[in-house]
């Protein structure tokens, strides 16, 4: 089964990518491609490495241009080396060559910017290390309606209901911060929820 998105084709095979899994769950990355996502600057520090996503270089951010979410849980297992800063967007809009509108929840284990893996950036912060670099860790992004949690290793770190609905609706992606950092991606999985409230 083929599914077309625009001008990407996506393949519905024995990984289940693109495709809906056990329990809702999507695969977001074939673990060998890029089908399906898009850089909004500077493509080349998008590569992959070990099956895994590798994101290098100076600020880009990569959507997932296959479905937008509103109410969706996102979650990918993610490494970094010492100093690196990056983090997982969602309900994001499209904009080129900036910094997306949307959430984020942060990726930074030990980067000079205090707000640390876990935070939902700006709004619900951070601050204690949860987990060390060069290591592989799970975030886990759940929201519906104004409600939003985030899970590092299965421990929810932030759990908010957001007064302002800041955003809606918008695309899942992943950021490269700046050139002293280097991040990993893998396992990235995404799950369209029942409308909250």
């Known amino acids: 089964m083929k599914l077309s998105i625009g001008p990407v084709v996506l393949l519905c ?9 056990d329990g809702g769950w999507v695969r977001m990355f074939d673990g060998e491609t890029l089908e399906g996502w898009k850089a909004n600057e500077r493509p080349d520090n998008w590569t992959l490495e070990d099956g895994a996503i590798k994101g290098t270089g100076e600020r880009s ?49 030990s980067h000079k910017d205090w707000r640390r893996t876990g935070s939902l950036y700006s709004i619900a912060d951070v601050k204690e290390q949860l987990v060390p670099d060069d290591t592989w860790w799970t975030q886990h992004i ?56």
């Open 142 to 197: 759940t929201v519906r309606g104004d409600h939003i949690v985030i899970q590092v290793n299965g421990k929810a770190v932030v759990d908010y209901v957001d007064p302002e609905r800041r955003f809606m609706r918008g695309y899942l992606a992943l950021q490269q911060h700046d050139p002293g950092s280097t991040v990993w991606y893998r396992n990235l999985m995404y799950r369209k929820l029942e409308p909250g409230r």
């Open 13 to 21: 095979g024995a990984a289940l990518f693109g495709c809906a899994a």
């Open 61 to 109: 951010h990569l959507y997932w241009m296959v479905e937008q979410c509103g109410d969706c849980e996102f979650k990918a297992d993610v490494k970094t080396t010492p100093g690196s800063n990056s983090g997982m967007y969602f309900r994001a809009q499209w904009t080129e060559n900036d910094w997306p509108k949307g959430y984020e929840a942060q990726v930074n284990n």
